[in-house]
């Protein structure tokens, strides 16, 4: 999920309904929390509104994502992808709770 749609609930309820890794991009300033928030997001259970067999809309449980992760993609002053960079994005990840696949 690109850096300019990071924070778009629709796009975090798609991932949490995927059954494959998908990753989320650092935002272009190269700040790490919108990333956090969505990898979080997505790992957790979602609801989200979908359509059936026959185009009727229904709600959707998605059971959450635990391959979600996030992407280091650099920033507008540089690269992001040094050990204390991966080190802060592991600390963050944590404090807000996030365990992703076990």
């Not at 990071?6 to 919108?34: I, T």
């Not at 959707?60 to 994005?89: C, K, M, T």
Request: proline residues 6%; glycine residues 10%.
């Amino acid at each position: 999920i690109g850096a300019r749609t990071v924070e778009s609930p629709v796009h975090r309820q798609l991932a949490a309904a995927m059954k494959m890794p998908m990753g989320f991009k650092n935002s272009r300033s190269g700040d790490l929390q919108s990333a956090v928030n969505a990898a979080v997001a997505a790992s957790s259970p979602q609801k989200r509104l979908s359509t059936d067999a026959r185009g009727r809309v229904q709600l959707e449980q998605a059971p959450g994502n635990p391959d979600v992760h996030i992407i280091l993609r650099g920033s507008e002053s540089g690269p992001n992808y040094g050990e204390a960079f991966v080190a802060e994005s592991k600390e963050r990840l944590a404090k807000a709770g996030f365990r992703g696949s076990q």
